[in-house]
């Protein structure tokens, strides 16, 4: 029996998956090393949750950009196209600022300041994404229009990216921490970080794949999908909200991770076609290895230096387009 | 006479607050071929549209006797297949992905296709001729393959009411033939089609004709009536007259 494209495009991924987090585990401070001990607590406490962690932010975006190109029926539809991005990273800039205001007022970092710090940076990004995508759907109002949608996250992503300026400008101190953050990081990947991308990543992909016959019927249009019985405008919104919490989650950990979520639903369509299920898990498959190879490549690369993963995935998801833009099926995106 | 697959009393639909259709009385006879035809602007696929219950609409609709309001989404789709205007996107799925897709009022949100549905799928690629395009992806066929494919996508459904909107537009001679002789095997089965056609000739070979002219009903007759040939000459400004050619009505430009 033959095997089937999407079984073996399955298998492969999985392989450079445990391929990719097994190099993630023999990259050090100093490059690559051959070999690895799981007794190692540097292993153990900073190599296995940054990898595992990179490559389940990575999985996320990957799933949200195969949403958002189903339910926008747009191949450019990425991640951040709901305003996502701009609202974790003015959380991100407003969690900064209060903790530089909490410093100036007693003068030294408790450690309960450091771990609010920390865990302030996480959660204002998660909610500075979630309030952007409901500040786009308000405006939109709701997510019946896809063209008064895409505008209305277009809006928000300006307006809130413009209010993180002037605050970054306000407080110049938090510049070096915000540059971090807009620039992608797995640095502060930890086990709990790690245990929580998880269960969203399963969240997510399960109800994904649970509402994935709304992205299939959509494929002809929103009437036809309707005259097919399904439940447009609830289904919609559900898929929305999984995009939501997808996107949150991954950017709240990981910072804004440029191109994953744009690239990984492309280069698996270029390479499978089908029900949508299916594209939704090797999408998020692909965006995992994408994901942990580049973490592998920025902290190798120029050893002992780190090159911001932000900047790689940028660089090799651009010249990836680039390349498809020139290709012959180019058609096909 | 056959009994009505749909019909409605006083249809009046409005589109952001302007009327589109008023009070439009019809009845479509089961297993009968009606086509609804007008100028542009006459409201041809809003009323197709209010009858698949896409668009809300006021007054009375019924399918197969059943209010459509009281049925559930599913049901809906089960007894009235959809076929749009020039459905576009799914460039990059397969001809049997396609049809596949007219499964999905059968399957529940739990389950994919089952054995029944891919043999239903398999029994449309035969009957329409798609075997040797079953693997290619849409963007790979031309205009009139891929209507073909279309419409075995609204047939996959199995409904017992088929509403097409403009089926054949941009479709050459040949096309149009096999065209009609689908409407026509399916109708000998008991398949209720309404369709909307722009070409008069085509629409003169159904079984009754709708005739819409700023979303109002003119007439509905049958291509026999001499009222309806009239209604036609005034509706279109005396510009072109209809005669009979061997055993069919010819629409001639004046």
């Known amino acids: 029996m033959i095997p089937s494209r999407a079984a073996v495009l399955t298998w492969s991924l999985l ?79 407003i969690a900064l600022t209060m903790g530089l205001w909490g410093y100036a007022e007693t003068g030294q970092f408790s450690y309960a300041m450091q771990w609010w ?57 938090t510049l070096p921490a915000m540059q971090s953050f807009l620039l992608g990081n797995t640095t502060m990947l930890s086990g709990q970080a790690c245990v929580m991308l998880a269960a969203v990543w399963l969240l997510c992909l399960a109800l994904s794949c649970l509402l ?43 910072g804004l991770i440029a191109f994953v979520g744009l690239v990984a639903p492309h280069l698996v369509r270029s390479r499978l ?42 660089v090799l998801g651009g010249g990836y387009l680039l390349w498809r833009l020139h290709s012959p099926s180019v058609k096909a995106m | 006479m056959k009994p009505f697959a749909i019909e409605t009393k006083h249809l009046h639909v409005s589109m952001d607050k302007t009327p589109v259709l008023h009070s439009l009385d019809l009845s479509m006879e089961a297993g009968r071929w009606t086509c609804v ?22 007054g009375q609709l019924l399918v197969l006797g059943q209010p459509l309001f009281e049925m559930s989404d599913k049901d809906r789709a089960k007894r009235m297949a959809w ?15 396609v049809l596949m897709l007219g499964r999905l009022p059968h399957q529940s949100l739990w389950a994919g ?25 849409l ?15 609204a047939l996959a459904v199995q409904a017992p009411i088929l509403l097409m909107d403009e089926p054949i537009a941009n479709v050459d001679i040949p096309h149009q033939s096999d065209w009609l002789q689908t409407v026509k095997q399916l109708t000998q089965q008991q398949t209720t089609v309404v369709s909307v056609l722009h070409d008069l000739n085509l629409a003169m070979r159904a079984d009754q004709v709708v005739l819409l002219h700023q979303g109002r009903l003119v007439i509905q007759a049958s291509p026999d009536d001499p009222l309806l040939h009239q209604a036609l000459i005034d509706v279109f400004e005396d510009r072109m007259s209809i005669q009979r050619v061997t055993d069919q009505w010819v629409v001639l430009p004046m």
Do not use: C
């Open chain 1, 15 to 93: 392989s450079f998956s445990l391929l990719a987090m097994a190099m993630g585990l023999m990259t050090g401070s100093h490059g690559w090393e051959w070999g690895f001990s799981w007794q190692d607590p540097i292993v153990q406490d900073i190599r296995l949750p940054r990898t595992l962690g990179a490559w389940l932010a990575g999985a996320l975006l990957g799933l949200s950009g195969a949403l958002a190109q189903g339910l926008f029926r747009n191949p450019l539809a990425d991640p951040y196209l709901l305003g996502s991005a701009s609202g974790a990273s003015l959380g991100v800039a």
């Open chain 1, 117 to 173: 710090f920390r865990l302030g940076l996480t959660g204002m990004a998660f909610i500075g994404a979630w309030v952007a995508v409901l500040l786009t759907l308000m405006l939109a109002r709701g997510a019946e229009q896809t063209l008064r949608l895409l505008l209305a996250g277009v809006v928000v992503g300006v307006v809130l990216g413009a209010v993180t300026s002037l605050v970054t400008l306000a407080f110049p101190q």
């Open chain 1, 212 to 254: 994935s016959p709304l992205l299939d019927g959509l494929r002809l249009g929103e009437a036809t999908a309707q005259s097919l019985g399904l439940q447009v405008k609830p289904l919609r919104i559900l898929l929305l909200a999984v995009m939501g919490l997808a996107t949150a989650s991954a950017v709240a950990q990981t």
């Open chain 1, 273 to 314: 076609q089908g029900a949508y299920a299916s594209v939704l898990i090797l999408s998020s498959l692909m965006g995992g290895v994408l994901l942990t190879t580049a973490d592998v490549l920025a902290r190798g690369l120029w050893a002992p230096h780190e090159l911001p993963v932000g900047v790689l995935t940028g």
């Open chain 2, 37 to 58: 035809v007008g100028p542009n602007g006459a409201g041809k696929s809003t009323l197709l549209k209010a009858l698949a219950g896409l668009i809300p609409s006021e």
């Open chain 2, 83 to 97: 076929l749009g205007q020039q459905e576009s996107g799914a460039d990059d799925l397969s001809v049997r992905d």
């Open chain 2, 113 to 137: 296709a089952s054995s029944q549905d891919q043999s239903i799928v398999q029994a449309w690629i035969d009957r329409l001729q798609l075997g040797h395009l079953q693997d290619r992806s």
């Open chain 2, 139 to 153: 963007l790979q066929l031309s205009g009139g393959e891929r209507q073909r494919v279309l419409l075995g996508r």
